[in-house]
């Protein structure tokens, strides 16, 4: 029972990077392998902001959130889309973004080495027991995956209730059409990209109140986002949030029940079941 | 009869679209028929089902008797069967001899060094490419691209061509050589498929015709015959009430 | 098959007095000099194997890491019982294996989850290296005690590198070179003129993959002792991908041009600013896209046609006139 809840609370924190991931890459087009330097960088501004100006994690989000937003926004528009310009192919874009990001994933974890050095970190906040069901778990891990599943609430009304959700979802179909229903593509695929660094900044910000990180730890959560985001399959947000939880569940499992240096393997093993079973992911339609 | 081609009840589903339903017909040794039909009506899908392009969801094609239905489409590649596309695809970064080779080492045919080099020299002349062979083909005119596709798809020595709109988009007098080149190889004695829009040619080269409309064959016959058939009609033009 | 041209016996009568000058180094220098001849030596094996598969496919594969770590491990387990030269083949035949299961997995799919799976590889086998071995056996590390020294590594590495440089133009003329270029070009086509492209792709990843495992094999008793985190070193997947499109993919002695500046570009960096390493390896993937997308040897390339064609203009200015 203590796997699975704490498995839930984990999967919460991760459900929120990979749905951010699945918007970049999903309506963008972008897979943004720099989206985990985006996490840890959320996680020392949220660390900074509490240490130095005592502000709440949680209300720290507020901060956090907008600023990667139009960090990503930034990013989207001057770096990514001279390369969508470009690119003669959906190959091709998809080559020149991966190394674009990867340079971008090196660059930022360069400035956050130079910046908080290559050290541990973690604070305290909330670090008091809560019970669940008469076993005790850490309240800021409560209170974390609380506020994650406030941020998904709001984000499916937003995709699925709004004018502009529905743009977002229209784009993340078919852009070519998109376009013809006077869709601005380009500013959509912008705030998408935006939305998703956000999301994955307030997920950092919530992760860094249990979690203890340092600089050069965002390639792995890249990576299990990743396996999330192809899991669920690709721009599926209910997909994502379902294979995260999946994946919190196994890594929890696994590390508590056979050897924690062994979560990378536990998630890879489901990452190859995938691939060979339902490539297409757990809702994916087979489109061949 | 000996059928080169049997298509089956072929059917493909596209999550709950019916894009070609129950579709069967059979083909004989040097028969050139025509596939047509309103836009949207199956006809590509069903030349993807022929090619290996797509898997058929149900219903069987077999070649010379041998099933090839469910095949990837290398396998049936090697078998027999070459086509075209209906947007035109080159290879960019190979010189136009080499994209001829390319249709002639790894299929149906299986020639390489100096004897590919004189099979793509005469596919090259044939469609009227001659001593264009080492030109690079990104910037070749739309006509020329068509043509060494085309000289792509015979080089696999193929028991079955596919048309894929091969002549849509070409100006009047290219339309003129293209149905000439077409002809010569109906004449050779090649068994072709043409999926069509341009129905003068459908009139001046095919012998039969099998017609489509919303995924279902609607009518199968002599083209004059067939082209005055009022279904026929009411698929391409509505109902008159419409 | 034609025989080679005259152009290709020159390049190869070139590389093999380079071979043999680069061969006699350790008779001049020694140390330092001869450490970074290692090094360049090696990387340019590396990167001419990764660029034989990923060149003319376009999937970025960041597997060279786990390949290299394979290898390394394969001679720290083997060493009691079989012979070294016995191991790098040993060591090859298991990094081949480990990539024709990645490749039937994940080369039938896009590429984006390709990169995706590599980028774990080196990790996973790592975690699963460490857990075997903190469980089943009593160290972590294993010692790789043998005579050979600098120089020895040195000479090997050189063998392999003509090796892989001769594969390499093998399959450049060959139906499988061949395929893969109608593959990169457009594969629906491939697929529709009979060739079997996950067959294809598969076969050269696991060529591409025995060259770097034997790499691994070669440098493994440099390390003396063999740990997981040194033997699987992502940077050096990292450094690979960077090297070899820096000198660009579409001449088989592309890679070298990245290889030998960058080489000593990072072993500057390591010594003096350790701490910005990423920084630079962040830069460089950026100026490979934004700056040289085809490589040092592509943008020669098109400066050469370019200056073909304005001569050409030229010409018919010329004879206009």
Request: glycine share 10%; aromatic share 10%.
């Amino acid at each position: 029972m203590s796997i699975i809840i704490t498995g839930l609370l984990l999967g919460g924190a991760y459900a929120l990077i990979a749905v951010g991931l699945t918007l970049q890459y999903g309506v963008a087009r972008i897979m943004n392998l720099a989206n985990g330097e985006n996490l840890v960088l959320a996680c020392f501004c949220t660390f900074w902001l509490f240490s130095t100006l005592a502000i709440n994690p949680i209300l720290g989000i507020l901060i956090v959130a907008p600023a990667a937003f139009a960090l990503n926004w930034a990013i989207y528009s001057y770096a990514l889309r001279p390369l969508v310009k470009r690119a003669r192919t959906r190959g091709a874009l998809e080559v020149d973004s991966i190394l674009a990001t990867f340079g971008l994933l090196f660059v930022f974890q360069g400035v956050m080495i130079l910046t908080f050095g290559g050290g541990y970190y973690s604070y305290n906040f909330l670090r008091v027991p809560f019970a669940i069901f008469g076993e005790n778990y850490a309240l800021n891990r409560v209170v974390a995956f609380g506020a994650a599943v406030a941020v998904a609430i709001a984000l499916y009304v937003f995709l699925y209730r709004t004018r502009y959700g529905t743009a977002i979802r229209a784009v993340a179909v078919s852009p070519e059409s998109a376009q013809l229903v006077a869709i601005n593509v380009p500013r959509t695929s912008a705030f998408a990209f935006a939305l998703g660094g956000g999301l994955t900044a307030a997920a950092g910000a919530l992760l860094s109140t249990f979690y203890t990180f340092d600089a050069s730890m965002g390639v792995i959560f890249t990576m299990k986002a990743l396996i999330i985001v192809i899991m669920g399959g690709v721009g599926d947000v209910r997909g994502a949030v379902l294979a995260a939880l999946l994946i919190g569940l196994t890594e929890t499992a696994v590390s508590s029940l056979i050897d924690p240096g062994l979560t990378v393997a536990a998630n890879y093993a489901l990452f190859m079941l995938v691939l060979l079973v339902r490539p297409q992911g757990i809702f994916g339609r087979s489109n061949a | 009869m000996n059928h080169v081609l049997s298509v089956a009840g072929a059917t493909k589903k596209f999550g709950g679209l019916v894009a070609v339903n129950e579709v069967s017909f059979d083909i004989n040794e040097g028969e050139l028929i025509g596939l047509i039909g309103p836009n949207g009506s199956g006809k590509t899908t069903l030349l993807n089902l022929i090619s290996g392009a797509l898997k058929p969801t149900s219903g069987n094609i077999s070649l010379n008797g041998a099933l090839i239905s469910g095949q990837p489409a290398h396998k049936i590649a090697r078998q027999g069967i070459s086509r075209t596309f209906q947007l035109v695809k080159v290879l960019p970064g190979l010189t136009a001899r080499e994209n001829v080779i390319a249709g002639a080492v790894f299929g149906h045919t299986h020639v390489w060094g100096d004897e590919a080099e004189e099979l793509a020299e005469s596919l090259l002349e044939k469609v009227g490419l001659s001593d264009r062979g080492d030109s690079p083909t990104g910037a070749m005119t739309y006509i020329d691209q068509k043509r060494l596709e085309l000289a792509r798809a015979l080089a696999g020595n193929p028991s079955v061509l596919l048309l894929d709109e091969w002549l849509a988009g070409l100006n009047p007098s290219e339309l003129k050589i293209g149905i000439s080149l077409i002809r010569d190889l109906r004449n050779e004695g090649l068994t072709i498929i043409m999926v069509e829009h341009v129905m003068d040619a459908i009139r001046s080269l095919c012998d039969r015709c099998v017609v489509m409309s919303s995924g279902v064959k609607i009518a199968d016959g002599e083209v004059n015959q067939v082209l005055a058939d009022p279904e026929v009609v009411r698929a391409y033009l509505g109902d008159a009430d419409a | 098959m034609s025989l080679p041209t005259t152009r290709e016996w020159q390049i190869a009568v070139g590389g093999l007095i380079v071979l043999i000058g680069v061969a006699l180094v350790p008779f001049f220098g020694s140390g330092y000099v001869l450490s970074l001849t290692v090094n360049i030596a090696m990387y340019t094996v590396l990167c001419t194997a990764w660029a034989m598969f990923s060149g003319p496919t376009h999937y970025i594969s960041l597997a060279t890491a786990a390949f290299f770590g394979i290898g390394t491990y394969a001679v720290g387990l083997g060493l009691e019982t079989l012979p070294f030269p016995v191991l790098v083949l040993v060591a090859g035949a298991c990094a081949a294996a480990l990539a024709a299961v990645v490749g039937i997995a994940t080369l039938r799919l896009s590429g984006v989850y390709f990169v995706i799976f590599t980028l774990g590889l080196a990790e996973l086998v790592k975690q699963v290296v460490t857990w075997w071995q903190t469980n089943f056996t009593t160290s972590v590390g294993l010692y790789v005690f043998t005579d050979f020294r600098e120089q020895h590594i040195l000479w090997m590495l050189l063998g392999l590198a003509a090796l892989v440089f001769i594969t390499s133009w093998a399959i450049s003329r060959s139906k499988l070179g061949f395929a893969m270029r109608i593959i990169g070009n457009d594969e629906t086509v491939a697929k529709h003129v009979g060739i079997d492209t996950a067959r294809a792709k598969v076969l050269l990843f696991v060529i591409s993959g025995a060259f770097i495992g034997m790499v691994g094999a070669i440098l493994a008793p440099r390390f003396a002792y063999v740990e997981p985190p040194s033997a699987f070193n992502t940077m050096i997947s990292f450094q690979v991908v960077i090297m070899a499109l820096l000198g660009g993919t579409n001449r088989i002695w592309g890679p070298l041009v990245g290889v030998i500046p960058f080489t000593i570009l990072m072993d500057q960096m390591t010594a003096y600013f350790p701490n910005h390493t990423p920084i630079v390896i962040g830069l460089a993937f950026l100026a490979i896209v934004y700056v040289l997308p085809h490589g040092v040897t592509g943008l020669m390339a098109d400066l050469g046609k370019l200056r073909k064609r304005f001569k050409l203009v030229a010409a018919n200015a010329g004879e206009g006139a």
